[in-house]
């Protein structure tokens, strides 16, 4: 799933909006992939190639071609281990070994993936070509024609080819751009109903998402303290963590109900049940929420965790479907579905929902008479979708078969193939730079906007800000992926590190200027304008690393590597929230001081009069203040010590250790990533 923008406070998703996360593919595409991968060196140690490559060419006739991939990526230390095993089997002079310089543009052992591999969770390739931005790739591609064997044999017998230059193009229509070989109405009708159902599937599972991690943040404010909603965030985790359990997901199903359905639709049904409870008690709960010092906040983000993790694991199992449920020669539309299906979920639930739950918003546009509600609440919201929710469960119940399958898969066998992973000791280099790369723009990715919302800025006004940067995310993502293909991906990741802490600077600038009589026109602007650098910042940074991933994961168990490193990179987004936001409330220091001249009239407070002055940092103490008549008067603002602390601590570990140990794993050869045999 997708990474959504971080300063959306959203949950790990494979959506183009809001993710600060990056996607994490599902497991069962590594053991698919390390499974093909095994049988053609097998069948290339009996010498069954000979029989693939036809023979027609007299260049191969009499010894055994070099397996070439044009799925995955060209691993550098399988490109030449045959010599020995040629001569004994087939009585011919080995392939030369390597000691030429490598004559490819590209660097050797640079990792070379046609769009759509299994191993890429996002190709900058596929990014130049139509436009789009953090979709996982995550199907075997399809872009090589029916007669790719004979292309290879053709490819073999030039006098130029050698193992050092990259895998070339396969057609022409790949050269021009052309992704798809079919367009969505020229599929046959199934996969047409096929690909509209995983649409369907993935937009449920944004709407929750959308929630979770866009707009419930923004609607707690009024009720919560900074650290209190740092509990909340907690209850983003699960998308962060669904690696530890997507084995069981993809080995664990009954064959009388199907592999995927098995859990798709059981965990749907507990999800539309939980929205129908949750939406009848939302609403209070976040009331509640801030009362005996935060105490009510714990059972509001454990509901919330509840419905995340169902979610996720809804996720692994829809993801699995999705090579199924298209024919092979359509796979490549599995992606698309998941984009467009989780990018309108989360847009619904995030940005319109933010703007419809506005009374300032509905008031300004659809009534004549102001009211003090929106035009929908989060309990009527809620309750509509779990509606929705049951009413797909059931149709996908009575009116979908699954294909029935005997495959399984060993939940043992991912455990540890991991484990041997996190042996390797770039990899706990590499995981290590993940946990603490983020910490320097944590500050203004959590906290900066519902800083806005407590200065006076309209939630209104931020729904606006959200809708005019999803275009600039999406048309700037492109670039981000074309930058990522030409130069090396952590130098445009540094790049961006350093982008993104002078984004943080700005931002609390901004802040900071805030207008004393309420935002005007130009400083709406200015927010805007200070929004769409901080997301463009993010997405190249999100689109660097994730090419990187590509570039080091082994193709052999690539859905493995990449979706650990995916993991291991959302942690170093979530996990630092929490603390960010408790130090927020703790290095703040505000004063509630009572009236001058306290009101005759006593019954016209909203609470008991204010007599003695007493700490207002927290949103309970905040609201007591104001409604019996004081003035909760900020001397210390912790965001601007925290903020400044975060971008003191990514400049140092950035300088100090980050970026010398980010360029020295880039300049490794592609062995070192590689688990022994």
């Not at 929705?388 to 455990?415: C, F, H, M, N, P």
């Not at 919302?453 to 809708?467: I, N, P, R």
Request: glycine share 8%; proline share 6%.
């Amino acid at each position: 799933m997708g990474d959504q923008h971080p300063r959306r406070q959203s949950v790990p998703t494979t959506s183009l909006v809001g993710s600060s996360i990056a996607p994490i593919l599902p497991l069962h595409e590594a053991r698919i992939q390390e499974e093909s991968i095994r049988r053609e060196r097998r069948a290339s140690q009996s010498g069954h190639e000979l029989s693939t490559f036809g023979g027609s060419s007299k260049r191969t006739q009499g010894r055994r071609p070099p397996r070439i991939d044009t799925h995955t990526q060209v691993r550098e230390e399988d490109e030449y281990q045959w010599s020995e095993d040629d001569e004994t089997e087939h009585h011919s002079p080995p392939m030369p070994s390597r000691k030429s310089k490598s004559r490819s543009p590209n660097p050797r052992g640079r990792a070379h993936q046609a769009n759509g591999s299994a191993s890429s969770a996002y190709s900058p390739a596929s990014s130049e070509m139509n436009g789009s931005f953090r979709e996982r790739n995550k199907h075997a591609s399809l872009d090589v024609p029916d007669d790719a064997a004979s292309q290879t044999a053709r490819l073999m017998g030039r006098s130029s080819f050698t193992l050092d230059e990259a895998v070339p193009p396969m057609s022409p229509a790949k050269e021009a751009g052309d992704v798809q070989s079919n367009g969505f109405f020229e599929l046959p009708e199934q996969d047409r109903r096929n690909f509209l159902l995983l649409v369907l599937l993935y937009f449920l599972q944004g709407i929750p998402m959308g929630l979770a991690g866009g707009s419930v943040p923004f609607l707690l404010k009024s009720h919560l303290s900074y650290g209190q909603i740092g509990v909340y965030s907690l209850a983003s985790y699960p998308y962060s963590l669904k690696l530890l359990w997507s084995p069981i997901v993809d080995a664990v199903w009954s064959s009388k109900v199907g592999r995927r359905k098995s859990w798709i639709l059981p965990i749907q049904a507990l999800s539309g049940l939980g929205m129908i409870w949750l939406g009848s008690q939302a609403q209070a709960m976040m009331e509640k929420a801030g009362e005996n010092n935060g105490a009510g906040v714990w059972g509001f983000t454990g509901w919330w965790f509840a419905l995340v993790f169902m979610c996720a694991t809804q996720d692994i199992a829809v993801d699995g479907w999705a090579l199924t449920l298209l024919s092979p020669q359509n796979l490549s539309y599995a992606s698309t579905a998941q984009t467009v299906g989780l990018t309108a979920g989360h847009f619904l639930s995030y940005t319109v929902f933010l703007a419809l739950s506005s009374p300032d918003f509905a008031n300004k546009y659809f009534r004549s008479s102001p009211l003090p509600d929106g035009l929908m609440t989060l309990n009527s919201y809620l309750q509509f979708w779990g509606w929705a929710y049951l009413a797909v469960t059931l149709g996908l119940a009575l009116l979908k078969k699954e294909d029935r399958t005997k495959e399984r898969d060993s939940i043992g066998a991912v455990y540890k193939t991991m484990g041997g992973i996190l042996k390797l000791r770039n990899i706990q280099i590499f995981i290590l730079i993940h946990l603490i790369a983020k910490i320097g723009f944590q500050a203004n990715d959590a906290v900066t906007n519902l800083k806005l919302l407590d200065k006076g800025f309209s939630q209104e006004d931020l729904a606006l800000t959200v809708l005019i940067d999803f275009p600039f995310e999406i048309s700037l993502g492109y670039y981000a992926g074309k930058w990522s293909e030409k130069y090396k991906p952590i130098t445009v990741w540094s790049l961006a590190f350093v982008g993104r802490l002078a984004a943080a600077v700005f931002a609390q600038l901004v802040v900071m200027a805030f207008p004393t009589g309420g935002t005007t026109n130009w400083y709406l602007l200015v927010v805007i304008v200070e929004h769409v650098f901080s997301t463009f910042m993010s997405t190249v940074m999100f689109v660097a690393i994730s090419a990187f991933h590509a570039k080091i994961a082994d193709p052999a168990i690539g859905g493995t590597y990449m979706t650990l490193l995916a993991t291991v990179s959302n942690l170093g987004g979530t996990f630092p929230r929490f603390f960010v936001l408790k130090f927020v409330d703790a290095f703040t220091t505000a004063t509630c001081s009572p009236a001058s001249s306290p009101p005759k009239d006593t019954s016209l407070l909203k609470g008991p009069l204010v007599t003695q002055p007493f700490s207002c940092v927290l949103e309970a103490e905040k609201h007591r203040c104001l409604d019996g008549g004081g003035a909760c008067a900020v001397q210390r603002d912790g965001y601007y010590i925290v903020n400044m602390l975060c971008v003191v601590f990514g400049i140092v570990t950035f300088w100090g250790f980050i970026r010398p140990a980010a360029a020295k794993l880039q300049g490794l050869p592609m062995r070192a990533w590689r688990l022994s045999e």
